[in-house]
């Protein structure tokens, strides 16, 4: 099974800027093709906000489109980063990420849920 760290987070002001970054393990990796970044504020339902593939192809939710960025490092495959920029006070939630397989329509999770990452944004 594909194993999980994310880290990153923490406390910024209205309009400042966090990397979060998501660390991939096991034997399983091999089998995914995508990895993604969630998010889950108090009371509501978990959102994806972003998606990269094994060819780079990207995917953004609307509500951080041209804010947010996800990427790969470009010298562990395994790692991927969300840099969030010009975050808004309802950015607040706690950040997970996961991999899997995404068939170009649907994305299927093929890992375990890391112990997610908060992020406050607040004056």
């Known amino acids: 099974q594909v194993h999980l760290v994310e880290s990153g987070g923490g406390l910024v002001q209205p309009g400042g800027s966090l990397r979060l970054s998501c660390a991939a393990s096991g034997r399983s990796i091999e089998s995914v093709n995508a990895m993604v970044w969630y998010r889950q504020a108090p009371g509501k339902e978990r959102e994806m906000v972003a998606r990269i593939t094994s060819d780079d192809s990207t995917y953004y939710a609307d509500s951080v489109k041209g804010r947010f960025t996800i990427s790969r490092d470009s010298a562990k495959k395994d790692t991927v980063y969300l840099q969030m920029d010009s975050l808004k006070p309802e950015d607040k939630a706690g950040y997970y990420c996961?991999?899997?397989?995404?068939?170009?329509?649907?994305?299927?999770?093929?890992?375990?849920w890391g112990q997610g990452t908060q992020v406050t944004v607040s004056s």
């Open positions: 996961n991999a899997g397989w995404y068939t170009g329509r649907d994305y299927y999770p093929r890992s375990n």
